[in-house]
Nanobody
Framework: VQLQASGGGLVQSGGSLRLSCAAS????????MAWFRQVPEKHRELVAL???????HYVDSVKGRFTISRDNAENTVFLQMNSLKPEDTAVYYC????????WGQGTLVTVSS
């Protein structure tokens, strides 16, 4: 499976972005998919995951602001990010919760204060 994240950009604090993660090569409908983020010199952090059933989990720092969703017909996972803060600045990646697939390039989100 190849994963391609997109939708990042520069946004002011309080703004919104919607990230997409398109999978190709095989279906991801049975996978627990997740969004991760990483800043330089820090470990990659899981911020949200979605089970095949649609049940979602979030890290405390994004609860109430981020929403993960999936479209199995499109083989795509989304991350709606609202009320963005400067500390959300990072490169965002998608993968299974167990890092089953090769990492794509990620998409850079920059939130200005």
């Amino acid at each position: 499976v190849q994963l391609q994240a997109s939708g990042g950009g520069l946004v002011q604090s309080g703004g919104s972005l919607r990230l997409s993660c398109a999978a190709s090569g095989s279906t991801i409908k049975n996978d627990i998919m997740a969004w991760f983020r990483q800043v330089p010199e820090k470990h990659r952090e899981l911020v949200a995951l979605i089970r095949p059933t649609g049940i979602t989990h979030y890290v405390d720092s994004v609860k109430g602001r981020f929403t993960i969703s999936r479209d199995n017909a499109e083989n795509t996972v989304f991350l709606q990010m609202n009320s963005l803060k400067p500390e959300d600045t990072a490169v965002y990646y998608c993968n299974t919760d167990g890092w089953a697939y090769l990492w794509g390039q990620g998409t850079l989100v920059t939130v200005s204060s």
